[in-house]
Each structure stands twice: as structure tokens, then as C-alpha cells.
């Protein structure tokens, strides 16, 4: 995955992501490796405090992992159960 600016592409493919997917996503890759929890990701991502009946961010997962992962592509963000989402290469 490469990101310039505000463009994002895997291998050859430019992916479009509106502002929030973007923000996601630069979120989750500047702590590549690490099990991000969903109220950190509301925090830094929606600027909410935490709201244990939002779904938003699993809606947010949802539309990147459709945009960034294709069928014949090795999957990039990870769901730990229990405790969030982690990126990886």
C-alpha cells in the first residue's frame, strides 16, 4: 500500500477513498503491526469519546476492506476479536 497526498494505490491500482476512509487508513498504517482498539480509532480517527453503541467504525472497516482488498489480494487490515483492527503488510 502507497499513499501520496491524498492518493492511495496497491501495486498499480489508485483507489479511491473519500476523506474518513482516508484518515482510516493513514491511521491504521502509521501504527502498522499494532491491535488498534475501536474507541482509539473514534477518538483519533471521529474525534468522539467513546459510544459503545456506534457502529461506525465497523461500517468504516467495512468500505475499506471493499475498496483496498480484492478477491485474488492477500487481505491487509485484520479484525483481532475482542479487541480491534490491526494493518498489515
Request: hydrophobic residues 40%; proline residues 2%.
Amino acid at each position: 500500500m502507497i499513499r501520496s497526498g491524498k492518493k492511495v494505490w496497491r501495486g498499480e491500482r489508485e483507489i479511491s477513498l473519500t476523506a474518513k476512509e482516508f484518515r482510516l487508513l493513514a491511521y491504521l498504517m502509521s501504527h502498522s503491526g499494532a491491535v488498534i482498539s475501536r474507541t482509539r480509532l473514534l477518538n483519533n480517527v471521529w474525534d468522539l469519546s467513546f459510544d459503545p453503541e456506534t457502529k461506525v467504525v465497523d461500517v468504516y472497516i467495512r468500505y475499506l476492506r471493499s475498496k483496498i482488498e480484492s478477491v485474488d489480494e492477500k487481505p491487509l487490515i485484520k479484525t483481532v476479536r475482542g479487541f480491534g483492527y490491526v494493518i498489515s503488510a
